[in-house]
């Protein structure tokens, strides 16, 4: 691993990295609900008469704000854009069907991600695409003490939705105003991971849904991990590969 962390402080200039915060994505990272999420999707665009998706599509839409993903489908099959009335009629469908299906089952892992995070004095910051309130209303009933208002970026904070680089840009300023190699990313999915690329920070894909690896390296992932799992097995030596770096850089 150490030379993807080297190769990334070349790519960008960095003398080396200073950690003070690590930023999650939600679904896919901390919830196992990306399954829940592609059948919403697809039956919602099944009952509006839409015939082109397939739920493995919306894998690779996850982190867009929602009235992009309609649009993509409207501008496809009709050769327009949704209404303002159309998005708010399909969009409130999705979430509707999402809250049936959603198990809010926690991705195996995640909770001792983060408790390792903060036993490392490091601050766990969210990025997430989502608005929908009853999934981030149980964010401190499932991580009690992790996040709180001023350390999450939610659909509510943007203006340019993932892959543009806003979301982790805020994320970053909300951690404390820091510069990029003073984070790192963990993400499941491509738009998430150009996201966090676009802004400069070092991500770390963890392939929680049925998307090939490949997929995420081509998106910018700089390390590329198979579950939450490993990650948590792997975060210590991450965190010692990072600070022997800073440390040799300073000759500590």
Not at 18 to 33: H, K, P, T
Not at 52 to 60: I, Q, R, S, V
Not at 73 to 85: H, K, V
Request: with cysteine; charged share 25%.
């Amino acid at each position: 691993m150490v030379k993807q962390f080297k190769k990334y402080l070349q790519t960008h200039r960095y003398p080396n990295f200073d950690l003070r915060a690590v930023l999650f994505d939600m679904d896919g990272v901390l919830y196992d609900s990306m399954p829940n999420h592609a059948c919403s999707w697809q039956q919602t665009m099944e009952e509006f008469g839409f015939k082109t998706t397939k739920p493995e599509e919306f894998y690779l839409h996850e982190g867009r704000p929602g009235k992009f993903t309609i649009n993509i489908i409207f501008q496809r099959e009709l050769g327009r854009d949704a209404t303002d009335e159309e998005i708010e009629k399909v969009y409130s469908r999705k979430t509707e069907l999402f809250s049936q299906y959603n198990s809010g089952k926690i991705m195996p892992g995640a909770r001792e991600v983060l408790e390792m995070v903060k036993s490392y004095g490091l601050l766990p910051v969210l990025v997430t695409g989502s608005g929908q309130p009853s999934l981030l209303g149980k964010l401190d009933e499932d991580f009690p003490g992790i996040f709180t208002p001023d350390t999450m970026v939610t659909a509510f904070d943007v203006k340019f939705g993932k892959p543009h680089p806003e979301p982790f840009l805020i994320g970053l300023k909300k951690g404390g105003n820091l510069q990029p190699n003073q984070a790192i990313v963990i993400e499941n999915a491509p738009l998430g991971i150009e996201s966090a690329h676009k802004a400069g920070i070092f991500v770390i894909a963890v392939d929680t849904g049925p998307l090939p690896d490949s997929v995420l390296k081509e998106a910018g992932a700089d390390l590329v991990l198979d579950s939450m799992i490993t990650l948590k097995e792997k975060l210590s030596d991450i965190f010692s590969i990072t600070q022997s770096i800073y440390n040799e850089v300073n000759r500590i």
